[in-house]
């Protein structure tokens, strides 16, 4: 088991034959992802790396492969066109790489998922892994071991240096989810924490935040109140200064709400342990497993 | 990117909302003339990106034109945290009768814009928030439908007894979140909403920030981008598809991804030093990009010591190495570098830079230890 995306995730890859799209569906396949089918406007009847059929639409490409799973690498400006395809064509899970989407085409997307009953992760995400079954993104497949452990992310690189530290020391992982840096997500840490609390796979928990908003403290109340595995925790941003950007559109501290200070103080008053540093996943682990 | 008043009083003018005239002017002689024109009873104020402006002395109330001039010689050329004042904005000084607050936000709780009104207006709305919530009333807009009429008079309610003015104060917000929406906004503020001796509801300041990821599509708004009131490095940064923000300390970090380039700032004090910058290389990596990168760090006159950490995913790690080299035969690179690069082309990228005279290291938390030495040692 596995939370998202498994062995019966039959992707549907929009933008499957630009730049970024061409090259992750090829590491996306050669890691093991069912990559039933692509879509490209225009270049519908070809064929990606002589295997993958590409539709014109997600709906073809829906009624002829059976895909349940779409991944967007299509330019920003294009990315919530692109969700609302695949959401009107009956994808249940949506994946939205794409960096640089408009926040307020996302208050848009939201209420319209909300009504279809679609799950988006995303924008701006690295997307999910469940080591050894499928990997729907761009998080690199050799830095993952199968395992126990379930991660949540909102960011990319940090997420695979946690990974990182956890292949090396023994601890799989269950799924790894990069839930995006956007002030407006799709699916959240909550989310998250409740589908790996009902995972049996999944015995521990590991969540990395950072500054900006409230979705740390959200998500520390939650697991006082729901979730009965360990959970460690990692926020980024201690030296951030206020009311800056930093890179991400949702990392940014502003008058003194969202700082890394309080999201720690809402984890350890949750009973989640907090990590210093990065390294600290293994010990922490340990500790509570 | 953030607006300055002037530029979000035309906006929201364009919009319909009532805002009173008001004219840029940069040399206190214009200012002289600009305020006899409009009677000597004028308001100066400092345009700047910056909040409390009036405390720091940004803004001026004058009788005539000659106090015009003096007040205008003391704020243009100031500096109001950080930043040099440029430019001024002459309005002629209104009489004030009520001042409220009317603001609209991107929500990230509700995920929806979100329109919030106060009859407290005038002052600092975080205060208001702080110390009597309950006067501050919020709405979240459906962006489908947009701030409908009846909702708009409801909030106006909250503001306005007179009938009139809750109508006129209803037409405002609704052309308010019109403007916020054109923009491309993620927030946009009037603050203070008067009422003036006549009883008229005038916007009296505007505040305007726009969603970068917007600019690409609004090109009018992305030319409102002053040059002049960003630093020259964060400029030079942008242009080359860099994040990258200053920051005081003296270990210099060229990271790829915003995360793990935090988290990098962060393991640097761990260990007891003080991060120079925030600089996220991005996902897809070209050796440019680097040059650049290093090119502003090195620039900063604090920075003892560079650290790159570079996890590999899309980021190739040889892209970075190629980066390094090539950037440190350019320039005469004095400062001394610590490079930890791990992920994509790991090998292919010791081997470039072994090449060229470099040592790569695998561990982040030993990367970063040694980079606070090396620039504790050159202190």
């Known amino acids: 088991m596995s939370i998202f995306v498994d062995r019966d995730t039959r992707l549907v890859v929009q933008g499957i034959t630009g730049r970024d799209g061409s090259f992750h569906t090829s590491q996306m396949m050669e890691y093991g992802t069912q990559v039933v089918a692509g879509v490209t406007p225009g270049k519908g009847g070809q064929r990606f790396n002589r295997t993958v059929p590409v539709f014109d639409t997600v709906a073809d490409a829906v009624a002829e492969t059976g895909a349940n799973t779409s991944v967007i690498y299509v330019p920003a400006r294009f990315a919530s066109d692109a969700i609302y395809e695949a959401a009107d064509a009956g994808i249940e899970l949506i994946v939205c790489i794409s960096e640089g989407v408009p926040v307020l085409d996302m208050t848009r997307v939201i209420p319209f998922l909300r009504e279809k009953g679609t799950r988006l992760i995303g924008p701006n995400c690295p997307g999910a892994i469940s080591p050894g079954r499928s990997k729907v993104g761009i998080i690199p497949g050799t830095i993952c071991r199968e395992g126990n452990v379930g991660v949540v992310s909102r960011s990319g690189t940090l997420t695979y240096e946690i990974i990182h530290q956890l292949s090396g020391n023994g601890y799989g992982q269950s799924t790894c989810i990069g839930i995006g840096g956007d002030p407006i997500i799709g699916t959240n840490f909550i989310e998250c924490l409740a589908a790996f609390e009902a995972d049996p796979d999944t015995n521990a928990i590991v969540l990395i935040g950072e500054i900006g908003g409230t979705d740390e403290q959200q998500a520390a109340q939650y697991v006082a109140d729901h979730v009965t595995k360990p959970v460690v925790g990692f926020i980024a941003g201690q030296t951030a200064p206020p009311g800056r950007r930093m890179g991400h559109a949702g990392a940014i501290i502003s008058g003194s709400s969202g700082t890394a200070a309080e999201k720690m103080a809402a984890l350890e008053a949750a009973g989640i342990c907090v990590m210093k540093r990065p390294a600290d996943v293994v010990s922490l682990l340990k500790e509570r497993l | ?379």
């Open chain 2, 1 to 379: 990117m953030n607006l300055h008043e002037y530029q979000a009083r035309t906006l929201l003018k364009a919009a319909g909302v009532p805002v009173p005239d008001g004219e840029v002017a940069t040399t206190p002689d214009e200012v002289e003339t600009i305020a006899r024109a409009m009677g000597g009873g004028v308001v100066i104020k400092a345009q700047v990106h910056s909040g409390g402006r009036g405390k720091a002395g940004g803004v001026k109330l004058v009788e005539n034109a000659a106090e015009a001039r003096a007040a205008a010689e003391k704020i243009l050329g100031m500096t109001i945290k950080g930043l040099t004042v440029n430019k001024v904005l002459v309005a002629p000084a209104a009489k004030i009768t009520s001042e409220s607050y009317v603001g609209i936000i991107v929500d990230r709780e509700s995920q929806r814009p979100v329109i919030m009104v106060s009859p407290e207006g005038g002052v600092d709305i975080e205060e208001v928030a702080a110390k009597t919530p309950d006067k501050i009333f919020k709405l979240a807009i459906d962006p489908r439908f947009g701030l409908m009429p009846y909702q708009a008079m409801s909030l106006a309610f909250k503001l306005y007894d007179d009938v009139k003015q809750v109508r006129q104060a209803a037409v405002v917000m609704q052309r308010l979140y019109q403007a916020f929406v054109d923009a491309g906004g993620s927030l946009a503020e009037i603050n203070p909403l008067i009422t003036n001796d006549e009883g008229a509801v005038l916007a009296l300041d505007a505040k305007i920030s726009v969603d970068d990821n917007e600019l690409d599509r609004k090109p009018a708004i992305a030319e409102l981008r002053d040059l002049s009131a960003e630093a020259e490095a964060e400029i030079a940064a942008r242009e080359a598809g860099l994040s990258f923000i200053k920051l005081d300390g003296y270990v210099g970090c060229c990271v790829n991804g915003a995360g793990l380039a935090m988290a990098t700032m962060d393991l640097v004090k761990y260990y007891g030093g003080e991060p120079a910058n925030f600089l996220d290389i991005g996902g897809s990596s070209n050796p440019e990009k680097v040059v650049t990168a290093l090119k502003i760090i090195g620039a900063d006159s604090n920075v003892r010591s560079v650290l790159f950490n570079i996890f590999g995913g899309i980021t190739r790690c040889d892209d970075v190495a190629n980066g390094i080299v090539a950037a440190t035969s350019q320039m005469s690179f004095e400062i001394p570098l610590v490079i930890r690069l791990t992920g994509t082309n790991e090998k292919l990228a010791v081997q470039i830079l072994e090449e060229a005279g470099f040592s790569a290291l695998n561990d982040m938390d030993e990367a970063v230890e040694k980079a606070v030495q090396i620039a504790k040692e050159a202190a």
